[in-house]
C-alpha cells in the first residue's frame, strides 16, 4: 500500500467523521483553546441536552446498582430513621411550647413586648453558635457524639426552666436549648440527605416528625398555661428530651456517620483528600448563602406565627384561654402539608411549587390581616401552615441537587443551623415591632417576609455549577 492511498484513506475517514458531527455541532466555534497541542483535533463541550441526557443516565444507572438490603440493614435503616424523626419531633416541640406559654411568661415576669422577645434573642445565640460550630464538631467528634452533645444541652436547658428561675436564668436556658437543637438538626438534615433510597419522601416524612412535634406541644402547653405551676410544663419536655437522649445513644452508639450509613447498607463514596470539606469551601458557594438565607427567612415566618399568633388572636380578636389551640392548628396543618403534599411537589415540580405556596398563603395572610373573625382567622391560620409545610424539605432537596457533594453534608448543616436562627430572629423583630406600633403590625410583616422568600427562592441557582 502506497503511501499517497494511505492518506487518502485517512482524508476519506476523516470527511466521513466530520460530516457525521457536523450537525449536531453546526453551530459551534472552534477557539484555539479547545485545540490540543496546536493540532486539528477538537473537543466539542456538551450541549446542554447532552448534559442532561448523561446525567439522567447516571443517576438511573446509580439507582439500578445499588445493593439489595438484608433484612438487618433494612431494620437498621429504619430505626436510624425513626430516631432522627423523634429527633426532630423533640424540635418542634421546643418551638410549639414558647406560642401557648409566652402570655404567661410574660405576665409572670412583668415583661413588655420587648423584653420578653430576648427570648428569641437568647435562642438565636444558641442558633448560631451552633451553626457556626456544627462542622468542628463534626470533624473531632464525628456524627453520634455531636448528636448527643445536643440532646445533652436540651437536658440542661430544660432542667434549669421546670423550676420558674428569674428571668435572666430562666432565658439563658434558651442559649442551650438552641445551641442543641441547632446541632441536632444540622447532624440529621445532612444524614438524610446523603441516603440514596427515597430521599426525597424521606426528608418530606422527616419534617413532618418536627411538625407533629409542634402541634402536640400547645395542646400541653395551653393548659399548663392556665395552672400556677406553669413552668411544669417543661418537666414534660425534660422527659421528652430524655427519651431522645437515650435513642441517639443505643441507636447510633457514638460512631461516624459513614459507619451508621454502612450498617443500614448504603454505598459509601470513596473520599479523597480533595473531598473533604471546609468552612471555607461551604462559605464559598453562591448557593449556600442564598438557600440559607431563604431557610432562614422562612423558619422564621414559621416560628412567628406559631410564637405570636395565640397573642394576636388574644389581643386583636378577643380570644379567650383556649386560643392556644389556634398554634396547634397551624403547626398541624403544617404536618399534614409536608406529606399530602408530596405528590403535588413532585407534579408541579419542586421549584414551581414554592410560588404557588407563597402566593397562597400571602392571600390567606391577608384574610387573617383584614377579616376580624376568630374563626375565619384559625382556619385560615390551618392552611396556611399546610402550604408552608412543605418548603423547607424541599429547600434541603434541592441543595442535595446543586451542591457538590463533598461539601454537601457541611453546607446542608449550615442552612438547617443559619435557618434555625431565623426562628429568633424574626419573632423578637415582631416583639420589638409590637411594642411600638401594637400587635396589628405581625400581620404586614408576615407579608413581607413571605414576598421577600419568593425573591430569594427565585435568586437561589436552579442548576448546580460546572465543576471544571
Same mark, same amino acid.
Given at each position: 500500500?502506497?503511501?499517497?492511498?494511505?492518506?487518502?484513506?485517512?482524508?476519506?475517514?476523516?470527511?466521513?467523521?466530520?460530516?457525521?458531527?457536523?450537525?449536531?455541532?453546526?453551530?459551534?466555534?472552534?477557539?484555539?483553546?479547545?485545540?490540543?497541542?496546536?493540532?486539528?483535533?477538537?473537543?466539542?463541550?456538551?450541549?446542554?441536552?447532552?448534559?442532561?441526557?448523561?446525567?439522567?443516565?447516571?443517576?438511573?444507572?446509580?439507582?439500578?446498582?445499588?445493593?439489595?438490603?438484608?433484612?438487618?440493614?433494612?431494620?437498621?435503616?429504619?430505626?436510624?430513621?425513626?430516631?432522627?424523626?423523634?429527633?426532630?419531633?423533640?424540635?418542634?416541640?421546643?418551638?410549639?411550647?414558647?406560642?401557648?406559654?409566652?402570655?404567661?411568661?410574660?405576665?409572670?415576669?412583668?415583661?413588655?413586648?420587648?423584653?420578653?422577645?430576648?427570648?428569641?434573642?437568647?435562642?438565636?445565640?444558641?442558633?448560631?453558635?451552633?451553626?457556626?460550630?456544627?462542622?468542628?464538631?463534626?470533624?473531632?467528634?464525628?456524627?453520634?457524639?455531636?448528636?448527643?452533645?445536643?440532646?445533652?444541652?436540651?437536658?440542661?436547658?430544660?432542667?434549669?426552666?421546670?423550676?420558674?428561675?428569674?428571668?435572666?436564668?430562666?432565658?439563658?436556658?434558651?442559649?442551650?436549648?438552641?445551641?442543641?437543637?441547632?446541632?441536632?438538626?444540622?447532624?440529621?438534615?445532612?444524614?438524610?440527605?446523603?441516603?440514596?433510597?427515597?430521599?426525597?419522601?424521606?426528608?418530606?416524612?422527616?419534617?413532618?416528625?418536627?411538625?407533629?412535634?409542634?402541634?402536640?406541644?400547645?395542646?400541653?402547653?395551653?393548659?399548663?398555661?392556665?395552672?400556677?405551676?406553669?413552668?411544669?410544663?417543661?418537666?414534660?419536655?425534660?422527659?421528652?428530651?430524655?427519651?431522645?437522649?437515650?435513642?441517639?445513644?443505643?441507636?447510633?452508639?457514638?460512631?461516624?456517620?459513614?459507619?451508621?450509613?454502612?450498617?443500614?447498607?448504603?454505598?459509601?463514596?470513596?473520599?479523597?483528600?480533595?473531598?473533604?470539606?471546609?468552612?471555607?469551601?461551604?462559605?464559598?458557594?453562591?448557593?449556600?448563602?442564598?438557600?440559607?438565607?431563604?431557610?432562614?427567612?422562612?423558619?422564621?415566618?414559621?416560628?412567628?406565627?406559631?410564637? $405570636? &399568633?395565640? /397573642?394576636?388572636? =388574644?389581643?386583636?380578636?378577643? #380570644?379567650?384561654?383556649?386560643? @392556644?389551640?389556634?398554634?396547634?392548628? !397551624?403547626?398541624?396543618?403544617?404536618?399534614?402539608?409536608?406529606?399530602?403534599?408530596?405528590?403535588?411537589?413532585?407534579?408541579?415540580?419542586?421549584?414551581?411549587?414554592?410560588?404557588?405556596?407563597?402566593?397562597?398563603?400571602?392571600?390567606?395572610?391577608?384574610?387573617?390581616?383584614?377579616?376580624?373573625?376568630?374563626?375565619?382567622?384559625?382556619?385560615?391560620?390551618?392552611?396556611?401552615?399546610?402550604?408552608?409545610?412543605?418548603?423547607?424539605?424541599?429547600?434541603?432537596?434541592?441543595?442535595?441537587?446543586?451542591?457538590?457533594? $463533598? &461539601?454537601? /453534608?457541611?453546607? =446542608?448543616?449550615?442552612?438547617? #443551623?443559619?435557618?434555625?436562627? @431565623?426562628?429568633?430572629?424574626?419573632? !423578637?423583630?415582631?416583639?420589638?415591632?409590637?411594642?411600638?406600633?401594637?400587635?396589628?403590625?405581625?400581620?404586614?410583616?408576615?407579608?413581607?417576609?413571605?414576598?421577600?422568600?419568593?425573591?430569594?427562592?427565585?435568586?437561589?441557582?436552579?442548576?448546580?455549577?460546572?465543576?471544571?
Amino acid at each position: 500500500m502506497t503511501m499517497d492511498t494511505t492518506v487518502s484513506k485517512i482524508g476519506i475517514q476523516k470527511n466521513s467523521l466530520e460530516g457525521s458531527l457536523r450537525p449536531a455541532t453546526r453551530s459551534l466555534q472552534r477557539p484555539a483553546s479547545n485545540l490540543k497541542g496546536g493540532s486539528d483535533e477538537f473537543q466539542y463541550p456538551p450541549t446542554g441536552q447532552a448534559l442532561a441526557t448523561s446525567t439522567n443516565a447516571i443517576e438511573s444507572k446509580s439507582s439500578e446498582t445499588l445493593p439489595t438490603l438484608t433484612s438487618k440493614q433494612k431494620t437498621i435503616a429504619t430505626v436510624q430513621f425513626i430516631t432522627l424523626c423523634w429527633t426532630l419531633f423533640v424540635a418542634g416541640w421546643n418551638d410549639g411550647t414558647t406560642g401557648p406559654l409566652l402570655s404567661r411568661i410574660q405576665a409572670v415576669y412583668g415583661l413588655n413586648f420587648a423584653v420578653v422577645s430576648l427570648i428569641f434573642v437568647f435562642s438565636c445565640v444558641g442558633f448560631i453558635t451552633g451553626a457556626i460550630s456544627n462542622m468542628w464538631l463534626t470533624d473531632k467528634l464525628g456524627f453520634g457524639k455531636t448528636l448527643v452533645l445536643g440532646s445533652c444541652c436540651q437536658l440542661v436547658a430544660y432542667s434549669i426552666q421546670c423550676s420558674a428561675p428569674p428571668f435572666p436564668a430562666f432565658v439563658f436556658a434558651y442559649v442551650l436549648n438552641g445551641f442543641g437543637i441547632a446541632v441536632q438538626d444540622a447532624q440529621a438534615n445532612g444524614f438524610v440527605a446523603v441516603l440514596k433510597r427515597s430521599p426525597e419522601t424521606k426528608m418530606g416524612v422527616l419534617h413532618a416528625a418536627y411538625g407533629l412535634g409542634a402541634f402536640a406541644a400547645p395542646l400541653a402547653a395551653t393548659q399548663f398555661a392556665q395552672l400556677p405551676r406553669w413552668s411544669f410544663h417543661f418537666l414534660v419536655s425534660l422527659g421528652v428530651s430524655i427519651l431522645n437522649t437515650v435513642l441517639l445513644v443505643v441507636v447510633f452508639r457514638f460512631q461516624k456517620q459513614d459507619e451508621c450509613l454502612k450498617q443500614a447498607g448504603e454505598v459509601i463514596p470513596e473520599r479523597t483528600a480533595s473531598d473533604e470539606a471546609t468552612f471555607k469551601q461551604v462559605l464559598r458557594n453562591r448557593a449556600v448563602h442564598f438557600l440559607a438565607i431563604f431557610v432562614f427567612v422562612y423558619v422564621g415566618v414559621e416560628v412567628t406565627i406559631g410564637g $405570636w &399568633i395565640v /397573642t394576636f388572636i =388574644i389581643q386583636e380578636r378577643q #380570644g379567650g384561654p383556649s386560643s @392556644g389551640y389556634i398554634s396547634s392548628g !397551624f403547626f398541624g396543618g403544617l404536618t399534614v402539608g409536608r406529606v399530602l403534599l408530596l405528590w403535588v411537589n413532585k407534579k408541579i415540580g419542586e421549584r414551581r411549587v414554592i410560588y404557588i405556596y407563597a402566593v397562597l398563603s400571602i392571600g390567606l395572610e391577608f384574610i387573617v390581616w383584614f377579616v376580624p373573625s376568630l374563626i375565619g382567622n384559625a382556619v385560615a391560620v390551618s392552611i396556611v401552615g399546610v402550604l408552608l409545610g412543605p418548603m423547607f424539605a424541599i429547600a434541603i432537596n434541592h441543595a442535595s441537587r446543586v451542591l457538590p457533594r $463533598w &461539601i454537601l /453534608t457541611g453546607s =446542608i448543616g449550615w442552612i438547617a #443551623g443559619f435557618g434555625q436562627a @431565623g426562628s429568633a430572629v424574626l419573632p !423578637f423583630m415582631t416583639g420589638a415591632i409590637a411594642e411600638k406600633h401594637g400587635l396589628h403590625s405581625l400581620q404586614p410583616l408576615l407579608v413581607s417576609m413571605m414576598g421577600f422568600m419568593m425573591v430569594l427562592w427565585y435568586l437561589v441557582p436552579s442548576q448546580p455549577r460546572r465543576v471544571d
